[in-house]
């Protein structure tokens, strides 16, 4: 029987949630139903349908709705909740593994590539909270990496907006987490994964139903393997293995009078650059950081769900009512191996004083500047012992790496990025007669803590070379056990120890974000009765309070450490948002159901009121065939970071000459730094907002048969956007010809350590395209064959930033700040063999071709197209329950089957994580057993 039929089978099913006065006034109005019909109503399970706030039974939706129910993550390759934005074509955009920047560790959703939060996740219909994470424009999301995969009973993406029904950030649509709310016994599962890393994962579902309530218990362990660039023969091939700084460890040398402060005007290069693993480029040592970054950080994760419900029986004159409640924890610790820090902040123009008593001082100033004496060789090893303190003040070229690689990359601990979250939500279910009621309090809280060793205290630095106990030279990585000719007992080798304990620090940098709301929804199927049918209702309130904060490393921040000036300034955002909501289903026809919603939300004097609609159409054209349109405004509120102001870091470019930042280009090489950002607000920031029409056909041949073709379309404006990026505003500082931005900081040698921006309502975007899904299933004597395509198509997107309209379809927006990757075309095809115990899938997953735009870090395929990519995915699943007498499984697989590399991407990192996996071919095997 078709979903539509059914319903129209059982127009008598409400769920319903109170709280007591309203309860109370709401049972005085309503008549008693009779009883025998009442018992059979309670046994037929009452839902919410996604795209709807009307208590009724699963039905198709006018709105577009792809579902992913429990079969299908268990019979594909997913093997972490993350995994599930693969399974959605209409996704993209989405970081899944990042590789760099404080969303390292975490993944999210981004539908139609408006925006990481744009689009809105629910758990079992209601808010799953916000992350203190955000992209680049401060757009806070859900980090999907919070949820243990064992809980999911089904993914269900509504993909169209859905701001009238939900309130802001369902611009692009929603995602609803469905639990396994029923699910009954003990189940435990063990999965292991052999690919670039190693991966082992345990899932963990407990379940008991009782003649009054139900008790759930999930958790998911996670842990994955590190890996560092040179694992990836691909990015050692693209890169040549080779990745330069501007500053070296060591170094370069300068003379420095003590009493005046002048530098000489000719730098030599340590004589043991090389041999400390460095690279001579012209008159500078480069340190070479190519191994020191892992693009698959090293993972591990905790996280553990658990809900319940229970029926308090006939309460206030009610038939039924029940308590519900969520309760959620995750901690999540991902490691990325980093670089070592740079320090600038010296007592001399930015620059370190390396004294002429400095045991490992073995440079002597004469007419052509500085000399070095070696003092491995017997002649040199003479001089030094006659001629202790004939050594010159040096100084640091510019940016100093105290210790380089000793501390770095694979001899690191690596710079943490840990996750810890937990959410509570109780509730309250009621319903009497066609009447519900539900209620709830939800508060969700997040702490993102940034951990990263090696940083160092400039006073200390300074007092570690004036003393010698820091020894800076080259001398230290090549010749660790010399012993310096000056003093007889001083030892070349790096004293980590007391580097530890009197120059370095750890810093921390803490971002949380909490999210709270409180509730209220009443509704009714079966308001009024038309010739069609029933008329339905829904309307209800929300308060919604999220805050945000943002401390930074207090070392950092106070100018006692790399940088003079105060790079990170403490955030604080909030946001206080209250709406009401209307929403009506009529059945106009026979054939023809409409849906009326309306929302408006209040936030607050600064950013003002919105007032959204919804008009949705569902007909009937032939019992087989069904039409579905819709048209709505859907709006995404300024985030509380927003509200703040933005802090991060960026890659910027810029042109370096005799190793200060220049505005000449003439002799000029290209260099690059991370700097710090901020992003405040620019006058009263506005919700950004979309009208979207979705028109589509499905058709329903039989249970395991179907078509359905939608067309979509988005009209987004009021972009919130930074007024500038960071790599303009830097770029404008020469126009004319002197670096003067108040905007930026520099170090001594100009390289800019922190870039201020304004952030506006500035930008729009219009685009749209075509969803399809087919799906054909039969069953024969060799087993039941079931086939399901996917794909999704963007015709357009066009987008106007700062005045400039862009194309964004097929590109990969690098450089807009605004987008991410946007192939044309994505797609999934899958092809699933069933036979007794046995079952079998092929999965092929397809991403377009799309223009490489990236114009930063020296691209050379500029202009060119980054290459399509289709991965193959193989899966076996045995039932061994018969055999072993309880239910089990067990499970072998092949993701990326035939080990593609992904496209060659002309900058770094190389491969677009936005678009394409790093891991290559993905071996899995997995048991599990049921109680």
């Known amino acids: 029987m078709k979903r539509y039929d059914y319903f129209k089978n059982h127009k008598k099913l409400i769920i319903a949630t109170s709280i007591a006065t309203a309860l109370g006034t709401l049972s005085a109005h309503t008549q008693a139903q009779d009883e025998t019909e009442l018992d059979d109503l309670q046994k037929i399970e009452r839902i919410i349908v996604l795209g709807s706030n009307i208590r009724k039974i699963d039905t198709e939706s006018a709105a577009p709705v792809q579902y992913i129910d429990r079969d299908s993550i268990e019979l594909s390759s997913i093997g972490s909740i993350s995994d599930l934005v693969l399974n959605i074509p209409a996704n993209a955009g989405s970081v899944i593994n990042p590789v760099s920047g404080e969303n390292i560790g975490s993944s999210n959703f981004n539908i139609r590539n408006l925006g990481a939060g744009s689009t809105l996740v629910l758990i079992n219909g209601r808010r799953a909270g916000k992350s203190p994470l955000s992209d680049n424009l401060g757009n806070q999301f859900y980090d999907l990496n919070q949820l243990p995969l064992s809980m999911v009973k089904s993914v269900d993406i509504q993909t169209d907006g859905a701001s009238a029904i939900y309130g802001s950030e369902a611009v692009a649509g929603v995602v609803n987490i469905v639990t396994r709310k029923g699910f009954e016994g003990l189940e435990i599962s063990a999965r292991y994964e052999d690919a670039s890393n190693q991966t082992e994962t345990i899932n963990f579902a407990l379940g008991s139903n009782g003649e009054r309530g ?121 490691t990325r191996a980093f670089g070592p820090q740079m320090n600038g902040n010296g007592e001399y123009g930015g620059r370190f004083l390396i004294p002429s008593s400095h045991p490992f001082n073995f440079f002597v100033e004469n007419a052509d500047g500085l000399q070095y004496i070696d003092p491995t060789t017997a002649s040199g090893s003479q001089f030094w012992e006659q001629n202790p303190n004939a050594a010159a003040n040096l100084t640091t070229s510019g940016n100093f790496r105290p210790i380089g690689a000793a501390i770095a990359g694979k001899n690191g601990n690596g710079n943490d990025y840990i996750n810890n979250s937990d959410r509570h939500l109780i509730g309250i279910d009621a319903f009497t ?63 980590l120890d007391s580097y530890n304990n009197n120059i370095g620090y750890i810093t921390t940098n803490i971002r949380t974000s909490s999210q709270q709301t409180v509730d209220f929804v009443m509704s009714n199927s079966e308001v009024f009765e038309l010739d069609a049918g029933y008329v339905g209702v829904a309307f209800g309130f929300q308060n919604r309070q999220e805050t945000f904060t943002f401390t930074p490393d207090r070392i950092t921040s106070a100018g006692l450490g790399s940088v003079a000036s105060s790079r990170s300034l403490s955030v604080n955002g909030e946001t206080d948002v209250d709406s009401v909501f209307v929403e009506v289903a009529i059945p106009a026809l026979e054939n023809l159901d409409l849906q009326l919603a309306l929302r408006y939300e209040d936030h607050g004097k600064e950013i003002g009121t919105t007032t959204d609609p919804k008009v949705a159409a569902l007909y009937k054209l032939t019992e087989d065939i069904l039409l579905r349109a819709s048209y709505g405004s859907s709006f995404q509120a300024p985030t509380a970071i927003q509200a703040g102001g933005i802090t991060s870091n960026t890659g910027v470019d810029f042109l370096t000459a005799n190793g200060r930042v220049t505005c000449n280009a003439q002799n000029a090489e290209q260099g690059d730094f991370i700097a710090d950002t901020s992003a405040k607000v620019l006058g009263n920031l506005n919700p950004q907002s979309a009208d979207n029409i979705n028109l589509g056909i499905v058709w329903q041949a039989s249970n395991k048969s179907s078509v359905s073709v939608d067309y979509w379309q988005y009209d987004y404006k009021g972009l919130i956007v930074n007024a500038q990026s960071p790599q303009a505003v830097l770029d404008s500082d020469c126009d004319d010809g002197i670096l003067n931005d108040p905007n930026i900081t520099r170090a001594s040698d100009g390289v800019p350590l922190f870039i201020n921006t304004s952030l506006e309502n500035a930008d729009s975007a219009k685009t749209d395209g075509i969803d399809a899904k087919f799906k054909y299933g039969f069953d024969s004597n060799m087993g039941a064959f079931d086939f399901n395509v996917t794909v999704s198509y963007v015709m357009s997107f066009e987008a106007v930033l700062s005045g400039v309209t862009i194309d964004v379809a097929g590109r990969r927006n690098a450089n807009t700040n605004s987008f991410g990757a946007m192939p044309e075309l994505t797609g999934n095809a899958s092809g699933r063999w069933t036979k007794d115990n046995h079952q079998a899938t092929l999965t092929f997953r397809y991403t377009d071709s799309y223009l490489q735009d990236d114009a930063a870090r020296n691209n050379d395929l500029l202009g060119q197209n980054i290459d399509s990519f289709t991965t193959l995915d193989f899966q076996y699943r045995y039932d061994a329950s018969q055999i072993i007498g309880i239910g089990s499984w067990i499970m072998l697989g092949a993701n990326n089957l035939t080990d593609e590399n992904p496209p060659r991407y002309g900058a770094r990192p190389f491969f677009d994580e936005e678009a394409h996996s790093i891991r290559g071919r993905v071996l899995y095997a997995e048991i599990g057993v049921t109680f």
């Open 214 to 334: 139900s008790f759930g218990l999930y958790a998911t362990a996670y842990n994955g393997s590190i890996n560092y660039r040179d694992d990836f023969d691909f990015i050692v091939e693209r890169s040549g293995g080779v990745l330069l700084s501007s500053s070296g460890s060591p170094d370069e040398y300068r003379t420095l009078d003590s009493l005046t402060g002048e530098f000489g005007s000719t730098k030599v290069i340590d004589p043991y650059c090389e041999e400390a693993g460095q690279v001579v480029q012209g008159n500078n040592c480069r340190y070479n950081f190519f191994d020191h970054t892992s693009p698959v950080p090293k993972n591990n994760r905790l996280s553990i769900f658990a809900e319940f419900d229970y029926d308090l029986g006939q309460v206030l004159g009610f038939e039924e009512v029940k308590a519900f409640g969520e309760v959620s924890y995750a901690q999540n610790t991902a």
């Open 433 to 495: 007669g066609n009447w519900s009621v539900s209620a709830w309090y939800q508060k969700y809280e997040h702490e993102n803590r940034f951990i990263a060793e090696g940083d160092s205290i400039a006073s200390g630095l300074q007092s570690g070379l004036m003393d010698g106990t820091l020894n800076p030279f080259g001398i230290a990585y090549a010749l660790p056990d010399f012993i310096s000719p000056k003093d007889g007992t001083s030892i070349a080798a790096h004293d």
